[in-house]
T-cell receptor, first 114, second 111 residues
Framework: DTGVSQNPRHKITKRGQNVTFRCDPISEHNRLYWYRQTLGQGPEFLTYFQNEAQLEKSRLLSDRFSAERPKGSFSTLEIQRTEQGDSAMYLC????????????FGPGTRLTVT | GQNIDQPTEMTATEGAIVQINCTYQ??????LFWYQQHAGEAPTFLSY????GLEEKGRFSSFLSRSKGYSYLLLKELQMKDSASYLCAVRSDNYGQNFVFGPGTRLSVLP
């Protein structure tokens, strides 16, 4: 397995546009997380899936953000009506259900909203 | 609430030993993780503690005191490639969804 992959790696968009990011987790991992990270800060939790069920969503997340994991494999994160404050690195991570369940991170998608 | 504190920056010399501290206040506790993150890259897993004590893994060791809400990461025989941010993260429940990351400590290793 090649690890967690994310596409695209970079996205530049104009304010007000919608963007969608994709994450492909490690195949045997049933937990999937989305985080947002800005410069000099640690990752900030956005949402979490166990298989196809979205079990947790950050209270800080506005209604413009939505995520899906339709078949319990890949996931998408959509941001509608982007704002300049959405500019950040969006990280996806996956983990197993058992044991210490450390998270394996993808390379991230860097979003720039102009 | 959930809060994790780490020093913002640290500097050390190649070949030396450095200790990066982390204090946490979370609503629950089910494990503490340390990650390394090089600039522009994704975090990578370094260590895990769920019981009190020291876990050693090559040049890296991590310590946990649950009663004090305290952990540290010890890096020995520092190398230039250890220059990175080190993130402390706490899993605060048994179901896996509550991971809280600290702000990270940016370590610079000087020759």
């Amino acid at each position: 397995d090649t690890g967690v992959s994310q596409n695209p790696r970079h996205k530049i968009t104009k304010r007000g546009q919608n963007v969608t990011f994709r994450c492909d987790p490690i195949s045997e991992h049933n937990r999937l997380y989305w985080y947002r990270q800005t410069l000099g800060q640690g990752p900030e939790f956005l949402t979490y899936f166990q298989n196809e069920a979205q079990l947790e969503k950050s209270r800080l997340l506005s209604d413009r953000f939505s995520a899906e994991r339709p078949k319990g494999s890949f996931s998408t994160l959509e941001i509608q009506r982007t704002e300049q404050g959405d500019s950040a690195m969006y990280l996806c991570a996956s983990s197993e259900y058992r044991g210490r369940s450390e998270q394996y991170f993808g390379p991230g998608t860097r979003l720039t909203v102009t | 609430g959930q809060n994790i504190d780490q020093p913002t920056e640290m500097t050390a010399t190649e070949g030396a030993i450095v200790q990066i501290n982390c204090t946490y206040q979370t609503s629950g506790f089910n494990g503490l993780f340390w990650y390394q993150q090089h600039a522009g890259e994704a975090p990578t897993f370094l260590s895990y503690n769920v019981l009190d004590g020291l876990e050693e893994k090559g040049r890296f060791s991590s310590f946990l005191s649950r009663s004090k809400g305290y952990s540290y990461l010890l890096l020995k025989e520092l190398q230039m490639k250890d220059s990175a941010s080190y993130l402390c993260a706490v899993r605060s429940d048994n179901y896996g969804q509550n991971f809280v990351f600290g702000p990270g400590t940016r370590l610079s290793v000087l020759p």
